[in-house]
Nanobody, 116 residues
Framework: QVQLVESGGGLVQAGGSLRLSCAIS????????MAWHRQAPGKERELVAA???????HYTDSVKGRFTISRDNAVNTTYLQMDNLKPEDTAVYFC??????????WGQGIQVTVSS
């Protein structure tokens, strides 16, 4: 049973920073892609950032230059460093693992709230 547990969310003022962590347990083989998604009220869930086993990264345009995704394979953890946060970043953030372009497992989600 693969389990993903997010931490590091909370309330921050615009311009501030947060770092989200996602600890993945129950993994035997290597994880191809680790990713972060988010969903704001009334909006579709969107891919925010992803990182491959080789270190290739992807970011949605709205967070480029502000967010950084990383991974530590030794402890099966992915991180999302979020700088210069904006109220528009307010959402529930979900960690996910991906194989072959599809979602394998989801975390339960963690709230990030950015006040103005």
């Amino acid at each position: 049973q693969v389990q993903l547990v997010e931490s590091g969310g909370g309330l921050v003022q615009a311009g501030g920073s947060l770092r989200l962590s996602c600890a993945i347990s129950g993994i035997i083989d290597s994880i191809n892609v680790m990713a972060w998604h988010r969903q704001a009220p009334g909006k579709e869930r969107e891919l925010v950032a992803a990182i491959s086993s080789g270190g290739h990264t992807h970011y949605t345009d709205s967070v480029k230059g502000r967010f950084t995704i990383s991974r530590d394979n030794a402890v099966n953890t992915t991180y999302l460093q979020m700088d210069n946060l904006k109220p528009e970043d307010t959402a529930v953030y979900f960690c996910a693992t991906m194989e072959g372009g599809i979602i394998d497992s989801w975390g339960q989600g963690i709230q990030v709230t950015v006040s103005s």
